[in-house]
């Protein structure tokens, strides 16, 4: 594949998200293609891709059937307008997906990104208990650690604190659930951990101290993505489900990361056999080659909403793009492959020895904790002292520059989630790669 010769001589104008401009613009990192399981620079290096993109392109780069799909949709109705007036098409999607979805998540809303996403599954639990009148119940329960993306809404609920502590105060009445990761008890453990399941009765707590009936909402992702990839304790998901249901609190379920086979099934909600009321989705669900994302939602929230005047308006939410024409092609065609490939289940099959690859870097220089799941594994590195996320930058410098891999890296953690199309022997030359960064940043 011959790269594209893209050289920009002129940086500063671009302001890169979540990136340390001033030293990315010193020494940048570009790709400019992208096949399979590799990235391609501008200088025509091949790099392996260890994290799917941003954990989305699940399928591997540059899929043929998507591109072909994209083109003809572009070709044939660029926009259609999403208020008062559908395409086919949407219809299609959202059928595919409210099948590919647990128990009755029998209703698919689109939105943009993960962020969009979680708004509008916060908007759609406060609309619905005011719809059941309900409404005093207008609080929700985030995770510590969790991520769920920037919008307010998502940053409210989410508990990294580095993307928290710059934005004010964010939406009031927000709790949260104390994070499931400790080191001491859960170190090198391989998919969910056996401690852990009875942090989940801290909701107990939360219940007691603000009453269920101020409750709207409990927001957990599955297995914590960005925060570093914390695995939930065995039973800690379902205890979670339990306490809500009986409280009537929803659950919602951010699949944004743990969608689309991460876990060795469509959603995580399936590998715990939980029906969460809705599950939130992004990323995998067009291979990432158009921005789209969506809120599954159960059967008696959307009917909780069909009341009042025929003509008028159910729920007063929307963007311009949900379930645009070129979102929508590329998502059909990326449940084709899905399907066709059986990637799901491949990454059921590839995750033991996944884990076991994983595995094999304990002991290299400053790891002190490994935790794959599915196909997912946080790496933790000691940080060099007094300059947390210096060594993290490094790794993130040596892999690029010397090492041709690609890995996500958050503060000094490192995140693989390789493309579900990876083989054994992938996984071993991401391993290898890995472990000579960290020999190289020690
Ligand atoms: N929710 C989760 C669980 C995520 O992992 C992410 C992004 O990584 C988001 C929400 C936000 O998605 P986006 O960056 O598309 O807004």
């Known amino acids: 594949m011959a790269p594209l010769d893209m050289k920009p ?20 990192r570009l790709f400019s293609g992208a096949k399979d399981m590799h990235y391609v620079t501008p200088d025509g290096r091949k790099v392996i891709d260890a994290t799917s993109g941003l954990f989305c392109v699940n399928a591997g780069h540059g899929r043929e059937k998507i591109v072909k799909a994209i083109q003809q949709a572009a070709a044939t109705l660029d926009f259609s307008p999403p208020f008062q007036y559908a395409h086919p098409k949407v219809f299609e999607l959202s059928s595919r997906l409210t099948l590919l979805a647990p128990g009755d998540l029998d209703y698919c809303l689109f939105a943009n990104s993960g962020s969009e996403a979680v708004d509008t599954a916060l908007k759609v639990a406060l609309a619905y208990h005011r719809n059941r009148g309900e409404g005093q119940r207008t609080r929700f329960i985030g995770r510590e650690r969790g991520y769920h993306g920037v919008g307010f809404g998502g940053l409210s609920v989410g508990g990294m604190v580095a993307n928290r502590k710059m934005f004010g105060n964010m939406l009031y009445g927000v709790d949260h659930l104390p994070t499931t990761y400790n080191r001491g008890k859960q170190a090198f453990s391989k998919q969910e951990p056996d401690w852990g399941a009875e942090l989940a009765d801290d909701l107990l707590r939360l219940i007691a101290l603000h009453d269920a009936s101020t409750i709207a909402a409990v927001i957990v992702e599955p297995v914590a993505g960005s925060t570093g990839c914390l695995p939930p304790p065995k039973g800690y998901l379902e205890r979670l489900r339990k306490i809500t249901e009986e409280h009537g609190i929803l659950l919602i379920f951010d699949e944004v990361i743990t969608g689309f086979g991460r876990l060795g099934h469509c959603f995580a909600a399936e590998r715990y056999g939980i029906v969460p009321d809705m599950i939130t989705f992004a990323k ?83 790891v002190v904790d490994i935790r794959p799941i599915g196909m997912i594994c946080g790496i933790d590195l000691e940080p060099i002292a007094g300059k947390p996320g210096l060594r993290g930058y490094n790794a993130i410098e040596s892999m690029f520059h010397d090492h041709d891999l690609y890995c996500r890296v958050t503060s000094d953690t490192l995140v693989v989630a390789p493309p579900l199309i990876a083989s054994e022997r992938d996984i071993a030359d991401i391993t290898d790669r890995i472990r000579t960064v960290l020999k190289a940043v020690a």
């Open 9 to 28: 001589n002129e940086l500063e104008p671009y302001w890169l998200p979540f990136t340390p401009n001033r030293s990315f613009k010193r020494k940048p």
């Open 284 to 366: 995998g669900v067009t291979n990432a080659a158009v921005p789209m994302s969506g809120v599954l939602v159960r059967k008696g929230i959307y009917e909780a909403h069909m009341n009042g005047p025929e003509h008028l308006v159910e729920l007063f939410h929307g963007y311009t793009y949900s379930g645009h024409p070129l979102a929508v092609a590329a998502g059909l065609a990326t449940l084709d492959i899905y399907r066709e490939e059986g990637l799901f289940e491949r990454a059921r099959a590839m995750q033991e020895t996944f884990a076991d690859a994983m595995m094999s870097l304990k002991g290299a220089p400053n």
